[in-house]
């Protein structure tokens, strides 16, 4: 019984952080998977044969049905893949509430305060621990194609990720999609327009 209830501390406290963060999986999750899987450790070692049983056979399949369990966190939105790290830090609970069901306490404890810790640090504000994120922008210019150079340099992209190119009452109209790493005010967008009079439209798009 003691294995349980440290197992459901040890959730509790990774789950809390991830509440903290308003992740897929909080306190609830973390918290059942970790007592679960020390609850099917304390089973396997005493429910079968007493100590001299084969806990190994019930622990490998404690990682793979916790590997199931992340795959249902994990989905793909927009061109990025979301609940990656929710899914591995459910795994890693997992194996915390295994250390817990086999009576290493000390263990457990140690792997929750650095999981906790990892955590808190990559996502500390620093450029070091942080993805560069992209912005989709659609715009829609008259060109005679010297101006496709003053677009990449107003928006610091080196190519066009998508380019229409249609003739319409003499003139040429490009319709080009950008990805950019500078996010770009709606203030901003007002300012580029009224500066440069052939951008006939520009289209921000939350994420690519």
Known sequence: MVNVLVAVILGFAIGYERKLRYKEAGIRTHTIVCAGSALM?????YGFGGEQADAAR????IVAGVGFLGAGIIVYRKHEVHGLTTAAGVWATAGVGM???AGLYII???????????????HIRCKFFQTKKYFQVKICFVSDGSDN???????QTDRFNRLIIERKGGET??????????EYSSQRLGEIMAQYPFIRSIERCDET
């Open 41 to 45: 450790m304390v089973v396997s070692k």
């Open 58 to 61: 019930v622990a490998a399949q």
């Open 99 to 101: 250390a817990a069901g």
């Open 108 to 122: 457990a404890a140690g792997v929750t305060v650095i999981l906790i810790g990892v955590q808190c640090i990559f």
């Open 149 to 155: 150079d003053t677009i990449k340099e107003l928006f």
């Open 173 to 182: 109209i490009y319709h080009a999609t950008l990805n950019t790493d500078k």
